[in-house]
């Protein structure tokens, strides 16, 4: 559950990806070595494909283990539930619980090609009940929010009612996905607040710093990109590291006014790159 300072204060996070399975586990390893030193409050780890629920081959519970035990600080291990069976989900959980874990990031997932669906949780809401009732009040079960609706929910309005059953099911606290325009997410808060849900939101915020980054997170998220950031990228897309500095300066201008309102709290998604993580940390550290 959240402690009482958690619920004070605005939160600052990151999101780290392990290295694929073909590629050397310490390449994260010196991520890390940088990041923990930011003193972020806790570290999520994503979920490949192909990874053992029993953590045999499965580097997200590897990392987010390193995380709590090597680097103390708070590991997040995500929990895709659509290629999980309910035992696959059990033997993570007793091997997160094993090696102290006890945050987990609650997702459907996406299909990943040449996988076949299980079909025993069809939502994330699902899996979301599945551990509140097995584990009870042992893990803190964080979900995702999207600011601008869902890709596959009809409005936003459908999405934040399904939302609330989710909350509901037993989230304690919630992550957005990434998003460029601000206005996008008080318009969420508001609705979400309205229909009931009152558990904390997070803030997603990614540093675009290449024109194929962008490209991709918008095609799959669906995140509406700022004409003034389009100014920006059409500017500097030839001059990486002009737009790298473009983009970490965009994005603090995102997070100084998400901060000024009253946001519960900041994740990055720092792409594994410390270099941005550091110069955005420095610039809000005093505002947190």
Same mark, same amino acid.
């Given at each position: 559950?959240?402690?009482n300072?958690e619920?004070?204060?605005?939160?600052?996070?990151?999101?780290?990806?392990?290295?694929?399975?073909?590629?050397?586990?310490?390449?994260?390893?010196?991520?890390?070595?940088?990041?923990?030193d930011?003193?972020?409050?806790f570290?999520?780890?994503?979920?490949?494909?192909g990874?053992?629920?029993?953590?045999?081959?499965n580097?997200?519970?590897e990392?987010?283990?390193?995380?709590?035990?090597?680097y103390?600080?708070?590991?997040?291990?995500h929990?895709p539930?659509?290629?999980?069976s309910?035992?696959?989900v059990i033997?993570?959980?007793?091997k997160?619980?094993?090696?102290?874990?006890?945050?987990?990031l609650a997702?459907r997932?996406?299909?990943?090609?040449?996988?076949t669906?299980?079909?025993d949780?069809?939502?994330?809401?699902?899996l979301?009940?599945?551990?509140?009732?097995?584990?009870?009040?042992r893990?803190?079960i964080?979900a995702?929010?999207?600011?601008?609706?869902?890709t596959?929910?009809?409005d936003?309005d459908?999405?934040?009612?399904?939302?609330?059953k989710k909350?509901?099911a037993?989230?304690?606290?919630?992550i957005?996905q990434?998003?460029?325009?601000?206005?996008?997410f008080?318009?969420?808060?508001?609705?979400a607040?309205?229909?009931?849900?009152?558990v904390?939101?997070e *803030? %997603? #915020?990614?540093?675009? +710093?290449?024109?194929?980054?962008?490209e991709r997170?918008?095609?799959?998220? &669906?995140?509406t =990109?700022?004409?003034?950031?389009?100014?920006?990228?059409?500017?500097?897309?030839?001059?990486?590291?002009?737009l790298?500095? *473009? %983009? #970490?300066?965009?994005? +603090?201008?995102?997070?100084?006014?998400?901060?000024?309102?009253?946001?519960? &709290?900041?994740h =990055?998604?720092?792409?594994?790159?410390?270099?941005?993580?550091r110069?955005?940390?420095?610039?809000?550290?005093?505002?947190?």
């Amino acid at each position: 559950m959240p402690t009482n300072e958690e619920r004070q204060r605005a939160i600052f996070s990151f999101e780290i990806f392990p290295p694929k399975r073909d590629m050397p586990i310490d390449t994260v390893y010196r991520t890390l070595d940088e990041l923990t030193d930011l003193a972020p409050d806790f570290i999520s780890v994503t979920c490949g494909a192909g990874g053992s629920a029993d953590g045999s081959n499965n580097r997200t519970i590897e990392v987010a283990s390193a995380i709590q035990n090597k680097y103390h600080r708070e590991g997040i291990a995500h929990l895709p539930c659509i290629h999980f069976s309910r035992a696959d989900v059990i033997a993570m959980l007793d091997k997160l619980e094993e090696n102290g874990v006890r945050k987990i990031l609650a997702l459907r997932g996406d299909r990943v090609e040449g996988l076949t669906p299980k079909e025993d949780f069809h939502h994330a809401s699902d899996l979301v009940a599945f551990i509140r009732a097995l584990t009870k009040d042992r893990f803190q079960i964080f979900a995702a929010c999207y600011p601008e609706g869902h890709t596959e929910a009809p409005d936003l309005d459908t999405d934040i009612r399904n939302l609330r059953k989710k909350v509901d099911a037993g989230v304690d606290r919630l992550i957005s996905q990434l998003f460029f325009d601000n206005e996008f997410f008080y318009e969420f808060l508001d609705k979400a607040r309205a229909a009931g849900i009152t558990v904390p939101i997070e *803030a %997603g #915020i990614m540093p675009i +710093t290449n024109k194929k980054q962008i490209e991709r997170m918008v095609t799959l998220c &669906g995140a509406t =990109l700022p004409r003034k950031f389009q100014r920006v990228l059409a500017k500097y897309e030839s001059q990486p590291e002009a737009l790298r500095d *473009a %983009g #970490i300066a965009f994005a +603090t201008e995102q997070i100084v006014d998400l901060l000024a309102h009253g946001v519960d &709290g900041i994740h =990055l998604y720092t792409m594994n790159n410390p270099y941005i993580a550091r110069k955005i940390s420095e610039t809000v550290r005093t505002l947190l």
